[in-house]
């Protein structure tokens, strides 16, 4: 099936809703499925078995690097810091939508959205708690902002954008500022509109510490979560072409910082040295030790499964062959919205936020004239839309959303209910007012 997009288009298509399915109305668990359904995915496109088994696992093995050792420090952090971090947790009912949305506007300023969003997760309640309504919605508003400021703001996928479509900064910051809170404030809304209520468990921890509990400050804690963040935040800096933090040697230093092995190190390190004598205690116990793998273990090895699968859908082609047909000039005058269909349609299909936004660029940029985005203007509001694209539809190839879902306590079709459809709503709002604002810009 090689050379044939739209049909391995409709075969993704039959793979999401088996997926669904099989996770909705007959209760298998996620990996399984994600695995079999991948394996027999890879197939039916055309795949040989060795080329399969390379692309899934090499897929799979990037995922267990990063956000999967990010999201296992989490749970080392989270159990270090037992009930001590309790008075610090996020939600929604305590500190509102805006507080929850003001920490995830600056989580997706991270070099990569699934990883900021498990660093933040020792401070997210528990979905098996007893107020499942607000975990949930603290949980969807906190990915959602994360993902509209990922797309939009200065971040590997915004760099991307504005170094291959030769933006100014200047200019995407004045459109993309307001851009950025209108789509989070789009986010709470959809959030408080569509009112999550309990949904199954997850495995974001499937169990409570047994030792006893012990009240503590909560100041290293969040010095936990807070510093890695910001290492996160600085390896996005360090990206950009103009190198605002420093060349040479500082830079490579700069993108080293936010690598999952440094974050991994930076929250157990300030747990330690803040609490020593609990946590070497806590830390040298294996069975400890044992009970936080356990905690992480399922939605680690959803997540790597997930990575498998994108893999497998990036290796197809079949994302930039239907992102060519519309580069067809019979759209040219639809103008900046075809960056962003072409973005969102490769972010569906492969699943990469990253992919989707390099390619995507790289297809607009030769066509921006014809697309009467050539000025200065057009640029900055092609690279807005190439990133609005890129952060659209996250569904089951993609990472962020098997972590998001589960953490909340939503089963996979819930999740595609809310923060599938979240996203989408998010793009579509994104689309029509870059248009509005062409529309003015050239009227000017």
Known sequence: MYGMPLAQALVFLGAVVI??????????????????????????????????????????????????????AASFVAGLAESAIASCR?????????????????????????????????????????????????????ALSISASHGLLVTPVGIAAVAILAA?????????????????????????MSAPRAAASAPWPPEQATEKQVIGSPVVPILAVAAPLLLLIVQSL??????????????????????????????????????PWRALALATDPDWGARMLRRVASVALI??????????????????????????????????????????AMKTLQGSSLVAAITAAGMVQPILASLGLDAADGRALAALAVGAGAMTMSHINDDYFWLVTQSAGFSP????????????LQGFVAAAMLLTIAGAVSRV
């Open 19 to 72: 997926i669904l399915a099989a996770t909705t109305w007959r209760p298998i668990h996620p990996f399984v499925v994600l695995v079999i359904v991948a394996a027999v995915f890879g197939y039916i496109v055309g795949y040989p078995t060795s080329q399969l088994g390379s692309n899934f696992g090499s897929g799979f093995s990037e995922k267990i690097y990063s956000p999967g050792l990010v999201i296992i």
């Open 90 to 142: 996020l939600s929604a009912k305590r500190h509102g939508s805006i507080g929850v949305t003001l920490v995830g506007l600056c989580a997706g300023l991270g070099a990569s959205p699934a990883s900021a969003f498990a660093i933040l997760l020792p401070l997210l309640p528990s979905p098996t708690g007893q107020d499942k309504a607000n975990t949930q919605r603290t949980t969807l508003t906190l």
């Open 168 to 192: 100014d900064w200047h200019r995407v910051a004045l459109y993309g500022l307001p851009l950025v809170a209108l789509l989070i404030a789009v986010g709470a809304l959809f959030v408080r």
């Open 238 to 275: 360090g990206d950009m072409p103009s190198e605002p933090l420093g060349g040479g040697p500082t830079r490579e230093l700069i993108l080293g910082v936010g690598r999952p092995i440094i974050l991994f190190l930076t929250g157990i390190g300030i747990m330690i040295v803040g609490q």
């Open 303 to 344: 997540v790597c499964a997930a990575g498998g699968l994108q893999r497998l859908c990036q290796q197809t082609g079949m994302a930039e062959m239907i992102g060519e047909h519309l580069l067809s000039p019979r759209l040219a005058p639809f103008g900046v919205l075809i960056p962003f269909l072409i973005a969102a």
């Open 413 to 424: 079709l819930r999740g595609f209910a809310t923060l599938s459809l979240g996203t989408l």
